[in-house]
């Protein structure tokens, strides 16, 4: 069975982002099960610089092109290009894993929705014509995609309440940390903390920074607590670009001191890896997560999470962190403020947080992947 997988998303921005992580997750495990009745053509991106080095099934590529700006061109886009490029590959199924469906098809097409948020804040993601029209026409086409994917619960009940897709077609197959998450012991990651900022007692955001991320109802959160705990701090980890004005804006805005807010930006891996587990706990005030990576990774590190009920999260975390109902900042400072306060009840969180990151595998989202492929050829 011949499988067209898009690849683009190694060679673009999304990379670092969740739609790039989980395309290499993916491949990863693909390569290291080597299904024998698959034959993998991977979808690239012959305008744009070529992806990192990573473990790859055999396959064959296939070259593309898409706009280099804007970022989500290839929304619009992508219908016209794929039904124009797709046949020369002569798949079987074909697996969109951000949308980015052809218009016209011959074979089956799976595509993974990780969540509906341009639907939830239009006024943020769909301000320009071409995304407006771009995901309004890659939603028509998810709805008549042979099978969806979602990382949850709650993405699929948002697909079929929102999208109106029939449920027997939409697929939960959850979704893991990186292949090579490999975080310190909580004493290295203190030391590194301590090192690189000068504090070892912090809470830690790791993230984007637009609108439902909701930074700040997290920053009421923290100043709250800091005012309990002078000594505290709270590391911020994100890639600062067009989005760090909803950062600067929350800033300004709250209460905390700025001297106890630590913007580190963007870091290497396993300088995020040491910051999650030498962390108090991570503090997560997102609206919406499709799957809730950020949370999970915390988990993987032995750190809990004080964050709101919402979307995936609760899926995610379960009884490995304090939640509270979303949108209720007064609550969220509550929670932070208690698990800070009460040793007994943060050692207890920290004892089942690897244990339930545990449950998650990309070579078991690999393995239900595949079986969805064969389902639908």
């Known amino acids: 069975m011949r499988v067209v997988f898009d690849a683009r ?45 990573q473990p790859l099934p055999p396959h064959r590529d296939l070259a593309t092109i898409r706009l280099r700006r804007p970022e989500l061109s290839m929304l619009a886009a992508d219908p016209f290009l794929l039904t124009g490029e797709l046949p020369f590959a002569r798949p079987r199924v074909y697996h969109g894993v951000q949308l980015s469906l052809p218009a016209v098809r ?36 998810a709805m008549k995609a042979d099978a969806i994917i979602t990382p949850s619960r709650s993405t699929k009940e948002d697909v079929i309440a929102r999208l109106r897709v029939p449920e027997e077609r939409v697929h939960v197959i959850a979704e893991a940390v990186d292949h090579d998450f490999a975080p310190p012991p909580r004493a290295e990651g203190q ?15 790791v993230g984007q920074f637009d609108p439902r991320k909701n930074m700040g109802a ?14 505290l701090r709270l590391v911020i980890v994100g890639q600062l670009g067009r989005l760090r004005s909803y950062l600067d804006e929350a800033l300004t805005q709250t209460h905390a001191r700025r ?37 999970l990774e915390s988990l993987a590190a032995g750190t809990p999470v004080v964050a709101y009920r919402a979307g995936a999260v609760e899926e995610v975390v379960a009884d490995a ?22 040793e007994s009840l943060a050692a207890s969180l920290r004892a089942r947080a690897k244990p339930r990151a545990a449950l998650y595998s990309w070579d078991q989202a690999a393995r239900e992947t595949l079986a969805l492929y064969r389902a639908v050829s």
């Open 218 to 231: 997290l920053l009421s959160a923290f100043a709250r607590a800091a005012e309990r705990d002078p000594a």
């Open 106 to 141: 011959s074979f089956a097409a799976v595509a993974t929705v990780h969540d509906l948020a341009p639907l939830r804040w239009p006024e943020h993601y769909l301000r320009t014509p071409w995304a407006k029209a771009g995901h309004h026409w890659q939603y028509a086409l």
């Open 191 to 205: 030391r590194i903390a301590r090192e690189r900022f000068g504090t070892e007692r912090y809470v830690l955001y």
């Open 9 to 53: 998303h190694l060679q673009t921005v999304a990379r670092v982002r969740g739609i790039g992580r989980y395309a290499r997750n993916l491949l990863i495990a693909f390569a290291r099960q080597a299904p024998a009745d698959i034959e993998w053509t991977l979808l690239r991106l012959r305008n744009f610089p070529t992806a990192d080095p």
């Open 321 to 342: 962190g304090l939640l509270v109902e979303a949108g209720d900042a007064t609550s969220l400072a509550d929670a932070l403020v208690r698990f800070l306060q009460d």
């Open 259 to 295: 001297d106890s807010v630590i913007v580190a930006g963007h870091v290497d891996e396993p300088t995020l890896a040491a910051l999650y587990a030498g962390a108090e706990c991570l503090l997560h005030a997102s609206l919406l997560e499709g799957f809730g990576l950020t949370p």
